[in-house]
């Protein structure tokens, strides 16, 4: 489905509702523009993918702002022409995206999900004083 609005010239846009293959999307993609939510951030960096912070939930997703900004792989813009000039910027600096990338990739916890599951359950075997 293409979008309606006049994006100008070279610039083609294709909107899709949800999608299956978003890790598809990412390998293929040199930088995103998401809020700050710690699934899509994750995914990202496991990705090597610099991201563009461009909103937050109070709270919950705050902290996830200093994070990125502090291990190097992105930045907080909430203003659209903000993000259009940052986003431009880095793809103009190929050495940048390439440093944000590394950085991206040193962040990435792909594990992350096995780790706390072993350590629930070694928690879990200890309680019951089970031997693992």
Known sequence: ERSSRDWGAGVTVQVNGFVNNMDEYMRASDAIVTKAGPGTIAEASI????????????????GNVPYVEENGFGAYEGDPAGIADTVSSWLKDTDLLAMMRAKALDAARPSATLDIARDIAALLFEHKGIKA
């Open 47 to 62: 990705c090597g993918l610099p991201c563009v912070l461009s909103s937050y939930l109070p709270g919950q997703e705050a």
